[in-house]
């Protein structure tokens, strides 16, 4: 069963604007991480943030994690067409054999 | 080589059929997984792979049955699969166990008729 869940699920906005979706999950976590998936695709890693970091940054995205409230969001900046695509979280947890478990997931949309 | 690679990109087959899903990488990673996306959903998990022992998804039909020829292949031998079954098979790999980065191939589109 999945174990994050995003909002919004889908999301519409203009080049040049930021974005932030936002990730909820439900156990302990050794890590979060988020991927990105152009149309159908493979996932690519953006971005790990760990159990023990509370923001992290790489070029235009931020992350922060907020483990009391099971949370994440992450931040594009600048948007740009080219960042259109789903956007995942997923979650790492520190025992057992499928221990990646993925979000709803987020649909961007970034209009020129 | 920094990637994951799936053959083939497509595939079509009917429901009497057996077919294969290639996966390989060669990042001497030591965990890859094979997982199933159906539209607008997040990837399932099907199998893991981690350090050769195989870790199965008990809800997967036996009708899906990964195999492992060495630490840089695996494969998804299909066999009597139905059309629920079309999805993107996608593969990925990471470093050590399942909780770290996971590297992903681009895909196999499956269509069973």
């Known amino acids: 069963s999945q174990q994050g869940e995003e909002d919004p699920q889908a999301l519409s906005i203009q080049e040049g604007e930021n974005a932030t979706m936002n990730c909820s999950y439900k156990?302990?976590?050794?890590?979060l991480q988020w991927y990105r998936q152009n149309s159908g695709r493979g996932l690519v890693h953006l971005i790990l943030?760990?159990?023990?970091?509370r923001e992290k940054h790489s070029g235009r995205l931020r992350v922060t994690l907020d483990t009391s409230k099971k949370s994440s969001s992450l931040l594009i900046t600048a948007s740009r067409a080219a960042d259109t695509a789903s956007y995942f979280c997923?979650?790492?947890?520190?025992?057992?054999?499928?221990?990646?478990?993925f979000g709803t997931g987020t649909r961007l949309t970034v209009i020129p | 080589d920094t990637e994951v690679t799936q053959t083939p990109k497509h595939l079509v087959m009917g429901m009497t059929n057996k077919k294969s899903l290639k996966c390989e990488q060669h990042?001497?990673?030591?965990?890859m997984y094979w997982y199933k996306q159906k539209a607008k959903k997040p990837p399932e998990l099907m199998f893991v792979?981690?350090?050769?022992?195989?870790?199965i998804n008990e809800s997967v039909p036996s009708r899906f049955s990964p195999e492992c020829p060495n630490s840089s292949l695996l494969n998804l031998h299909l066999h009597a699969l139905q059309p629920e079954d079309s999805a993107l098979y996608l593969c990925?790999?990471?470093?050590?166990?399942?909780?770290?980065?996971?590297?992903f191939g681009p895909g196999t589109r499956l269509l069973v008729l």
């Open positions: 990925a790999s990471s470093i050590q166990g399942p909780g770290e980065t996971q590297y």
């Open positions: 156990t302990s976590i050794n890590n």
């Open positions: 943030i760990r159990s023990n970091e």
């Open positions: 997923a979650t790492g947890l520190q025992t057992g054999a499928n221990n990646l478990f």
């Open positions: 990042m001497g990673h030591r965990a």
């Open positions: 792979y981690s350090y050769e022992k195989l870790s």
